[in-house]
């Protein structure tokens, strides 16, 4: 039972892994034992994670990726499958957002976050499945949020988007359950990335997002990979076509109200 979580003679692909929860998942699957093909729109940034890795004394590539172009994604993944002639998993992370009311959104920045976003994923999704399901295995790990649960002001396009990729997880899980292909996503609270450093910078909206979970605090990426390894590894057998949400307890905590003497 021990080495369920190990994922030694695998080849995992991680999309994102230039930067934040990319790198941090990268950087967990080399250590558990899998070859990682690192892949990233961003070649410097990519190359030095798996440079990092390799100075480790684990086994890492690079290669840029990206997953608005289906072509690039799909030399991307055939490119990771080259060197075993497999590939046991893919993780993909990239997201975008602007943060605006409803009624100031563009079409362009309507357009913008869905294509990277839904169509992104969905380049993913379907480039992944295609080699996996001819292989007859395989663990797609997609990444979603809490919010495709629940949202706020300004969040609407990326609260859309996170909960499309809930349903495109589902439903390829329910297309290729029996081709021996598992598809799942990881739904993350709030996160310290590149992509949440506007919040940091504001310190009063930082500390309310950190004061509605319930452990107070902000996750870094590297908890992140935990819930992602899982998911890739064979402790995971079971799992496919669901969300596993690694918030800290925001969507358990309903208000931080602390009733008098509990």
Same mark, same amino acid.
């Given at each position: 039972?021990?080495?369920?979580?190990?994922?030694?003679?695998?080849?995992?692909?991680?999309? #994102?892994? #230039?930067?934040?929860?990319?790198?941090?998942?990268?950087?967990?699957?080399? @250590? !558990?034992?899998?070859?990682?093909?690192?892949?990233?729109?961003?070649?410097?940034?990519?190359?030095?994670?798996?440079? #990092?890795? +390799?100075?480790?004394?684990?086994?890492?590539?690079?290669?840029?990726?990206?997953? /608005?172009?289906? +072509?690039?994604?799909?030399?991307?993944?055939?490119?990771?499958?080259?060197? !075993?002639?497999?590939?046991?998993?893919?993780?993909?992370?990239?997201? %975008?957002?602007?943060?605006?009311? %409803?009624? !100031?959104? /563009?079409?362009?920045?309507?357009?913008?976050?869905?294509?990277?976003?839904?169509? #992104? &994923?969905?380049?993913?999704?379907?480039?992944?499945?295609?080699?996996? +399901?001819?292989?007859?295995?395989?663990?797609?790990?997609?990444? $979603? $949020?809490?919010?495709?649960?629940?949202?706020?002001? =300004?969040?609407?396009?990326? $609260?859309?988007?996170?909960? =499309?990729?809930?349903?495109?997880?589902?439903?390829?899980? /329910?297309?290729?359950?029996?081709?021996?292909?598992?598809?799942?996503?990881?739904?993350?609270?709030?996160?310290?990335?590149?992509?949440?450093?506007?919040?940091? @910078?504001?310190?009063?909206?930082?500390?309310?997002?950190?004061?509605? &979970?319930?452990?107070?605090?902000?996750?870094?990426?590297?908890?992140?990979? =935990?819930?992602?390894?899982?998911?890739?590894?064979?402790?995971?057998?079971?799992?496919?076509? +669901?969300?596993?949400?690694?918030?800290?307890?925001?969507?358990?905590?309903?208000?931080?109200?602390?009733?008098? =003497?509990?």
């Amino acid at each position: 039972m021990k080495n369920l979580f190990s994922l030694e003679g695998k080849t995992v692909a991680v999309i #994102g892994a #230039g930067s934040g929860i990319g790198r941090s998942v990268a950087q967990g699957a080399a @250590q !558990h034992g899998a070859f990682v093909c690192c892949l990233d729109v961003n070649a410097d940034a990519v190359a030095e994670t798996a440079a #990092g890795i +390799t100075s480790l004394g684990c086994q890492a590539s690079s290669m840029r990726c990206d997953i /608005t172009d289906i +072509t690039s994604v799909r030399d991307g993944l055939v490119e990771a499958s080259s060197k !075993h002639h497999r590939l046991d998993g893919v993780v993909c992370t990239p997201a %975008i957002n602007v943060r605006k009311p %409803i009624l !100031h959104y /563009t079409s362009d920045e309507f357009a913008r976050v869905v294509n990277v976003n839904l169509q #992104g &994923n969905f380049n993913v999704l379907q480039a992944a499945g295609q080699l996996m +399901t001819q292989q007859g295995s395989g663990s797609i790990v997609l990444f $979603s $949020s809490i919010r495709s649960i629940t949202t706020e002001p =300004g969040q609407s396009v990326y $609260s859309m988007t996170k909960a =499309g990729i809930v349903q495109l997880v589902k439903t390829a899980a /329910t297309e290729w359950g029996t081709k021996g292909v598992r598809v799942n996503a990881v739904g993350p609270g709030v996160i310290e990335t590149p992509l949440t450093a506007p919040i940091k @910078q504001n310190a009063e909206w930082y500390n309310a997002y950190a004061m509605k &979970n319930p452990m107070n605090r902000w996750a870094q990426s590297s908890e992140m990979a =935990g819930p992602a390894i899982f998911l890739l590894s064979d402790a995971a057998s079971y799992v496919t076509g +669901t969300i596993l949400f690694a918030d800290g307890g925001w969507l358990a905590a309903d208000g931080r109200f602390q009733p008098p =003497g509990m």
